[in-house]
């Protein structure tokens, strides 16, 4: 079952390539964008720059890696060791999906990312799931 509620994949610049985000309040090349502004702030305080924040009921963990920044959102509730092992699942995926050498042909479309969802479905929570079982 999974944990995950939103996860975003962006460029080390900050251009999201995809997000799953169950309600979205903020649109996604923005929040990359602050994503990418946070991680440099943080790397110039601490080395090794962000890797987990909470804001009201979400924990936002973030894994990142030569060339991209994921980050994953989940209850406060959820363990942070499940939803880690979770996000490392989603971050391997998308390196044998689409390796190094895949993106020496892409044309800059993020669009081809749109199906990646369908290789992380079952890392995803769902919410219609979470609706009943609020019942």
Known sequence: MGVLQDIWILTNTGTVLF????DAQMK?????????????????????????????DKRFIIKKTKHFI?????????????????????????IIKYPEAWFEKWDLDISVFDE???????????????FWKGF
Not at 19 to 22: D, G, I, Q, T
Not at 118 to 128: C, H, N, R, V, Y
């Open 19 to 22: 997000n799953r985000v169950f």
């Open 116 to 130: 990646f969802e369908t290789q992380i479905g079952d890392t995803l929570e769902e919410p219609i799931k979470k």
């Open 70 to 94: 994921f980050v994953a959102s989940s209850a406060k509730k959820s363990k942070e060791k499940k939803v880690a092992e979770e996000l490392e699942k989603v971050v391997s995926r998308f």
């Open 28 to 56: 996604s090349q923005l929040f990359g964008a602050l994503m990418s502004a946070l991680n440099t702030f943080a790397e110039k305080l601490a080395e090794g720059g962000l890797s987990n924040f909470e804001l009201s």
